[in-house]
């Protein structure tokens, strides 16, 4: 069984046992398959994959033609859900597996520390303000200061506590006027 990575990574026991997996035959083709399953786009934000953003929680694969995917949403509500899982399930059926079962997962849930660093990145290279790393535990900030993804600024202003999709806000920049969707923190 393969698990997908988070952006803090994993145990050093799990990347051992990753590594010793992807030394057999059926552990290259899970990880291939990871792989593809991962970088298949996020359907409300085409800019990261699955796997950049985190929902991707693992692969298994069952037998000849046969893989478990293992996928928590953003939210249980979540509408992508189902393009989602159409999408792996097309990604994986090109690469030979003629059974694709995709199980949704819910617990742990999914928080916004699960996008990979390199998913913050793509966000803030294409106009949207990061969700800050949240951690575990400890104090809640009171007041929320966003970076201004055009110019860096952090003096910002809440438009709408929703934009285009439910977990993104939309603000402005009051520096250089521009308008900006922010991904909230959870």
């Known amino acids: 069984m393969v698990t997908g990575g988070t952006a803090t990574g994993g145990t050093a026991a799990a990347a051992r046992a990753d590594e010793t997996a992807a ?12 792989r593809l399953a991962g970088s298949v786009p996020d ?10 953003l985190g929902v991707l929680r693992g692969l298994q694969l069952l037998g000849p033609g046969r893989v478990e995917v293992r996928l928590t949403p953003t939210y249980t509500g979540c509408p992508a859900i189902d393009t ?5 399930t097309q990604v994986l059926r090109e690469r030979g597996m003629t059974e694709v079962s995709v199980r949704t997962v ?25 969700p800050r790393p949240v951690g575990s535990g400890g ?27 439910a977990c993104k806000s939309l603000r402005r920049c009051e520096s250089c006027r521009e308008p900006f969707d922010h991904f909230k923190e959870l």
């Open 23 to 34: 030394a057999t035959p059926d552990g290259v083709l899970e990880a291939e398959l990871l």
């Open 106 to 130: 819910l617990a742990p849930a999914w928080s916004t520390d699960a996008i990979s660093a390199e998913g913050r990145r793509k966000l803030a290279e294409h106009g949207i303000a990061p």
């Open 84 to 88: 989602m899982v159409a999408d792996i």
């Open 139 to 165: 104090p809640v900030p009171v007041a929320l200061s966003v970076r201004c993804p055009h110019c860096g600024s952090v003096d910002t202003t809440v438009l709408s506590r929703f934009s285009s999709t």
């Open 43 to 52: 359907p409300e934000l085409p800019v990261l994959t699955l796997a950049e």
